[in-house]
């Protein structure tokens, strides 16, 4: 998955704190898409952003999480107060325009204590 | 919401077979793709297919982009070892957000 840096690849946190997990596009890609996967499921949409803006949020929950991506800087996805049921593997992809083919990162694993 | 109702869920071949799986949909798309997934790492898009009809080759790997735009399917020939994995048909919705399948899990011994 050359292009799209998700970082950390594995991050621990303990019930109540709060989750940070990043990505970096591809080079020339402005548009950044969140993805949940669940053991054996497909990828579940979160967020979709644009530099600086949220274009669409639909998927993500309403409390606790939120979503940025900055005019300089990787796009952030937060989590406060984080549940066991937020253990998953969390996706990035990005994208040079809104009808192209989404490229993904290799995802960050929260595990949830 | 919309769903991709991916098959067969899982398949376990001899290398050298020729797979093939689908993936069909209630709604019509603009666009099918599919994606292999590795143990620990993200999805990779093998082919995308953006016309009704379109018949679209990888390697080894080919698609089709169903006539009524409500299904597609991948084959795989000459399966090898690497092939393993997990393979994932999505779609655009409103060109925006991916919807994906839950996925056919492909083993192969050889």
């Known amino acids: 998955n050359a292009g799209v840096m998700q970082n950390p690849r594995h991050l621990v946190r303990r019930r109540g704190q709060e989750a940070r997990l990043r990505c970096s596009p591809m080079?020339?890609?402005?548009?950044v898409y969140w993805y949940r996967q669940l053991p054996e499921e497909g990828l579940k949409f979160m967020v979709y952003l644009q530099k600086e803006n949220i274009i669409d949020e639909s998927g993500m929950p309403k409390e606790r999480f939120s979503a940025e991506f900055p005019k300089e800087g990787p796009s952030i996805l937060r989590i406060q107060q984080v549940v066991r049921g937020d253990s998953a593997a969390y996706f990035c992809a990005s994208s040079p325009g809104v009808e192209s083919a989404q490229h993904f990162g290799d995802g960050t694993r929260l595990s949830i204590l | 919401g919309q769903q991709l109702n991916q098959s067969p869920q899982s398949m376990f071949i001899q290398e050298g077979e020729d797979v093939s799986m689908n993936c069909t949909s209630s709604?019509?798309?603009?666009?099918w793709l599919w994606y292999k997934q590795d143990p620990g790492e993200g999805p990779v898009l093998l082919i995308a297919l953006y016309k009704a009809g379109e018949l679209t080759s990888n390697g080894r790997l080919t698609a089709q982009f169903g006539i009524t735009r409500k299904d597609s399917f991948l084959n795989i020939s000459a399966s090898i070892p690497s092939d393993v994995g997990i393979y994932f048909c999505a779609t655009n919705q409103a060109g925006t957000a991916l919807i994906f399948g839950k996925g056919t899990t492909l083993s192969v011994s050889s």
């Open positions: 709604s019509i798309f603009n666009t």
């Open positions: 080079k020339g890609h402005s548009h």
